[in-house]
């Protein structure tokens, strides 16, 4: 399997309109990453999808991206799945500081997805509506980029409901908070179905982008969803597994760290949780700000936590 050149790792910039807008939670080189899977490594014939839009910044570039791909068919679209409401999170509070003083709590935000993705319209359609009822069935996908995950019901669905369309051999999936570790149900599912994926880069600003190799059976697809109910050391296996993983690939592994870290505190052992951030900081230190931007700030939560 030829695997073309991995551009994003030398060249941001087709990303930097998106960042000097600021309308979007998304690094310079994930967003680039987005662009060039789009041009370069899709089909151009088969549809791509989005869990999680925001304000349109992945889809301007994913977009744009499948636009310039020269195999692009003209049908195929980046299907683009959000309620777009500011409910959730830090969303308001982020459209306030960044687009509109003004936005409310809870307020509709499709028009600024809608002008941030105004000229790569023809390649998008839009899904609007509650991720907990959403589902696929437009058949085989060439990527499916994840920014939903953000609990186990959400994370559940994305295993169940979408990643069964992923096209086995060339099919990729973007994990965009796989390098948080407030989300460790990500890490137990992915380290479950390790041994269907490919590493193809195991860190684009906050993503990890897999190429899956085997069709996952549904039952795997199911148990990888297992999180509340999960024993905490079955729990902790899967994300060794995933470390295992990382180092077979030398990929920095200090996120997954703390996801272990986590664990550890969730199974009551908040003095292997606390020992367990301390060595990671001391062997990476507190970080570059530039690449490094939410390390000591996701050590100390972590920290907090026990």
């Known amino acids: 399997m030829t695997t073309p050149p991995m551009t994003w790792r030398e060249d941001q910039r087709v990303a930097w309109p998106m960042k000097k807008l600021g309308h979007a939670q998304l690094g ?67 459209i306030r500081s960044r687009v509109d003083p003004d936005f409310q709590e809870g307020q509709n935000f499709q028009y600024l997805f809608d002008a941030q993705t105004a000229e790569v319209a023809d390649a998008i359609e839009v899904h609007r509506g509650d991720l907990m009822e959403a589902s696929w069935g437009g058949g085989e996908i060439d990527l499916l980029f994840v920014d939903i995950a953000k609990t186990p019901d959400l994370n559940r669905i994305t295993l169940t409901r979408f990643l069964p369309a992923l096209s086995v051999g060339t099919g990729l999936l973007v994990n965009q908070d796989f390098h948080n570790p407030d989300n460790p149900w990500i890490h137990t599912s992915l380290g479950f179905l390790s041994g269907y994926f490919e590493l193809v880069e195991p860190r684009a600003d906050d993503s990890i982008l897999l190429r899956l190799v085997r069709p996952i059976p549904p039952e795997a697809l199911r148990e990888a969803g297992r999180f509340e109910d999960l024993p905490d050391d079955e729990a902790m296996n899967r994300v060794n597994r995933l470390m295992s993983l990382l180092r077979q690939n030398d990929a920095d592994t200090r996120y997954v760290e703390l996801v272990r870290a986590r664990l550890q505190i969730k199974a009551g052992n908040a003095a292997a949780g606390r020992a367990t951030v301390d060595a990671a900081l001391a062997r990476y230190g507190e970080g570059d700000p530039k690449t490094d931007f939410f390390w000591k700030r996701r050590c100390d939560s972590v920290q907090a936590l026990a």
């Open 28 to 94: 310079a080189r994930e967003g680039a990453m987005l662009y060039y899977l789009a041009r370069d490594w899709a089909s151009g014939a088969r549809p791509m999808v989005e869990l999680g839009s925001f304000l349109g910044g992945s889809a301007s570039l994913t977009g744009a991206g499948l636009k310039d791909n020269p195999l692009w068919d003209g049908k195929a679209k980046l299907h683009c799945f959000d309620i777009f409401e500011a409910k959730f999170g830090n969303m308001a509070e982020f």
